[in-house]
Structures are given as C-alpha cells and as structure tokens.
C-alpha cells in the first residue's frame, strides 16, 4: 500500500486505516496533514492494527510537534517503525521493551530527547538499526552506570541534528558493543559554547571496538574557521586512536557561507541569564513553547514574565507549566523565576464556576 494523497484523501485515509485489522506491512507518503489527521492516523494505528509488523510512513511533519499519549493496550508484534510524517513533542511512552520486544528498526523525530529516553530505547532487546532526529536537543547523552548492557544488537545508528556524548563512567558493560555505523552532527558553537568541544568529554574514546564507519555532520553557523577546523581534527584524532581504524568521514553542509569572518564576534549570545515576556492574548500558541531554551547551553536561571491581561487562570498556569517543563528537561537544570504582572485584569470564571468554587 503506498498512497499518496491530498488533504481530503489524507483524512479519510488516516480515519478508515483503522478498519484494515488483518494489515501486517504499512507502507505510505501522507503529506498536507493537519493536526486532527495527525490524531486520527495516531489512533487508526495504535487502537486497532494489532497485527502490525512493519510500519513506514514518510512525509513532511508539523512543525508544532504531535504528542502520542495513547499507549499500545498489550504487547505488539511490530518489528520495523518509521515515522516520517511526524515530529513528536517526546518520546512515547508505549516505546518500551515490554511492548515493543521484537522492534528492530526504529526511525522517529523526537522534538525533545532526554537521557533517560536513551535509556529506555538502549533497552529495546532486537533493536539493531536507530535513526532519531531532533530539533531542540543538541547533545544526546548515553549513559550507563549499571551492569545491563544498553543497545545490545545495535549496529547502525544515526542521530540527526545532534551530537552524541557517551558517558560509561562507574559502567560495568560497555555500550552499543555491536555498533557498525554511527551518523551524527556537531554544532560547532554549541559545543564551544557549551565547553565540550573536547575528544574525552564527548567520550569518543568509548566508541565500541565493531565500529566500521563514522559519517559527522558539521554545522558550522556562527563559528570561525580555526573552531571549525579544531572540530574537525578532534573527530579525525578519534577515527586515528580507535583500535578499529573505521571509515571517517565528515560533511560541510553549507560550506563556509553561513561561518564568521576572522573580525566577527558570534551572534548568540546564549546568556547565562535567559528572559522571556509572555503575552497570553497572542492568536497562536507558539508563545508557550519554551523548548528554545534547550539551544542555549550556558543558562543558568530562565526569567519568564506573564502578561495576566485578560487572561483566565487556566492559561496563567499552562503557561507558567510549559516554563518548568523547559527548566526540568535542560541538562543545565536552571532555575526557574515566575513573575506574573495584570493579574487586577485577569479574566474571572462565569457565576455558575463561582458557585463551585464556594461550595
């Protein structure tokens, strides 16, 4: 099957997908998606294709980010997923071992990664190809500090967007000790900025000794050619000492169009000292999304002012809820200053909430 429609038929093809119960291999480009076909492709898979095994379904996601909040009601027989055609707020939480035992190919966006998703995903028993891609984490940390091995049968990995930090420290198993073929990207001013543009603190010295190939991405925005070129030499220094000499090889993307000139200062800032003045009575809800915050690896404490003009407590406090939850997900854990400021002109709730509110 490999349907590629328009809107219309999209919607109606993401509605009656969920009738085909017997289906065992899905394969469609969807494209022109709203976020209510989104939801009903959502649950046309997770609610009824029980006997699903391979799923792959490309496209050109919402940038807003779809949340998979129902879960998989028992163990499922699916062993390939790709899911181009969607950028998920997290990683979901029926994408465990327990569900998802036979899973051996997994390829998502996860707007958000955490370390602990890489924990979860490392414990996935078949899994042998991973490809994640994500827009606001731009260091992936895998750490292992027990005695279970993570991604046991993993070979090919590629984490898109992102640089990868292995951590073993106190590990009593190594990690990935399959791994052929690993794909990732270097922020070059993150990493400066961040202060880990480093061969031991990325901990490339811990790469397994299967490794065969290894293919970086080099986003060289906002950076000098010396930073430039001492990421580079770093990467290289790690393919020459690795007791396995694979393939090594890296990519410029956008050449040196988008790097500074030897006489310019970097445009970020990233500040130690992040603020934000929140207006609740914006049109759209892009003004509660403080996942930038993730793209700033020096903060410290994140200010955030909210606007109460004509706004009901509800909104205050989903506001004021996507601000922690920024704070709770950066690696950095800064603290976090609520101000709000109009609350004399907040919207009140109608009579009858009144009442129940009293009583």
Same mark, same amino acid.
């Given at each position: 099957?490999?349907?590629v429609?328009?809107?219309?038929?999209t919607?109606?093809?993401?509605?009656?997908?969920?009738?085909?119960?017997?289906?065992?291999?899905?394969?469609?480009?969807?494209?022109?998606?709203?976020?209510?076909?989104?939801?009903?492709?959502?649950?046309?898979l997770?609610?009824n294709l029980?006997?699903?095994?391979?799923?792959?379904?490309?496209g050109?996601?919402?940038?807003r +980010?779809?949340?998979?909040?129902a879960?998989?009601?028992?163990?499922?027989?699916?062993?390939?997923?790709?899911?181009e055609?969607?950028?998920?707020?997290?990683?979901?939480a029926?994408?465990?071992?327990?569900?998802?035992?036979n899973?051996?190919?997994?390829?998502?966006?996860?707007?958000?990664?955490?370390?602990?998703?890489?924990?979860?995903? +490392?414990?996935l028993?078949?899994?042998?190809?991973?490809?994640?891609?994500?827009?606001?984490?731009?260091?992936?940390?895998?750490?292992?500090?027990?005695?279970?091995?993570?991604?046991?049968?993993l070979?090919?990995?590629?984490?898109?967007?992102?640089?990868?930090?292995?951590?073993?420290?106190?590990?009593?198993?190594?990690?990935?000790?399959?791994?052929?073929?690993?794909?990732f990207?270097?922020?070059?001013?993150?990493?400066?900025?961040?202060d880990?543009?480093?061969?031991?603190?990325l901990?490339?010295?811990?790469?397994p000794s299967?490794?065969?190939?290894?293919?970086?991405?080099? %986003?060289?925005w906002?950076?000098?050619?010396?930073e430039?070129?001492?990421?580079?030499?770093?990467l290289?220094?790690?393919?020459?000492?690795?007791?396995n000499?694979?393939?090594?090889?890296?990519?410029?993307?956008?050449?040196?169009?988008?790097?500074?000139?030897?006489?310019?200062?970097?445009?970020?800032?990233?500040?130690? /000292?992040?603020?934000?003045?929140?207006n609740?009575?914006?049109n759209?809800?892009?003004h509660?999304d403080?996942?930038?915050?993730?793209?700033?690896?020096?903060?410290?404490?994140?200010?955030?002012?909210? %606007?109460?003009?004509? *706004?009901?407590?509800?909104?205050?406090?989903? *506001?004021?809820a *996507?601000?922690?939850?920024?704070?709770d /997900?950066?690696p %950095?854990?800064?603290?976090?200053?609520? /101000?709000?400021y109009?609350?004399?002109?907040?919207?009140?709730? %109608?009579?009858?909430?009144?009442?129940?509110?009293?009583?």
């Open positions: 099957m490999d349907p429609a328009g809107a219309a038929s919607r109606r093809f993401a509605k009656e997908l969920g009738n085909l119960r017997e289906l065992r291999v899905l394969r469609a480009s969807i494209y022109a998606v709203d976020e209510s076909t989104e939801r009903d492709l959502m649950e046309s997770l609610g029980q006997k699903i095994q391979s799923v792959d379904i490309f050109s996601p919402l940038e +980010g779809v949340t998979w909040d879960g998989f009601a028992s163990r499922w027989r699916l062993r390939h997923l790709n899911l055609c969607f950028e998920l707020s997290r990683l979901p029926s994408v465990n071992s327990s569900l998802l035992p899973l051996s190919h997994l390829d998502m966006k996860v707007q958000v990664m955490q370390e602990q998703d890489m924990e979860t995903l +490392g414990r028993p078949e899994l042998r190809c991973l490809v994640l891609d994500s827009r606001y984490t731009k260091v992936v940390r895998i750490k292992n500090t027990g005695s279970d091995c993570y991604f046991k049968k070979r090919f990995f590629t984490m898109g967007s992102s640089s990868i930090l292995f951590d073993v420290q106190g590990s009593e198993c190594a990690i990935m000790p399959s791994l052929e073929s690993l794909a990207s270097v922020h070059v001013r993150f990493l400066k900025d961040a880990l543009l480093c061969f031991k603190k901990g490339l010295v811990n790469l299967s490794l065969q190939r290894v293919t970086v991405e080099i %986003n060289s906002d950076a000098h050619d010396t430039v070129e001492e990421a580079e030499a770093m290289e220094h790690a393919a020459i000492v690795h007791p000499h694979p393939i090594f090889q890296t990519t410029r993307p956008f050449g040196k169009y988008i790097m500074l000139l030897p006489d310019q200062e970097p445009s970020s800032t990233n500040p130690k /000292v992040d603020r934000c003045d929140v609740l009575r914006k759209d809800g892009d509660l403080f996942r930038w915050l993730l793209m700033n690896p020096r903060v410290e404490k994140f200010c955030v002012s909210i %606007n109460c003009e004509n *706004a009901s407590l509800e909104e205050v406090e989903e *506001a004021e *996507a601000a922690r939850y920024a704070v /997900v950066h %950095n854990c800064p603290t976090l200053e609520l /101000v709000r109009g609350e004399d002109k907040m919207v009140l709730p %109608n009579p009858q909430q009144q009442v129940g509110y009293l009583s």
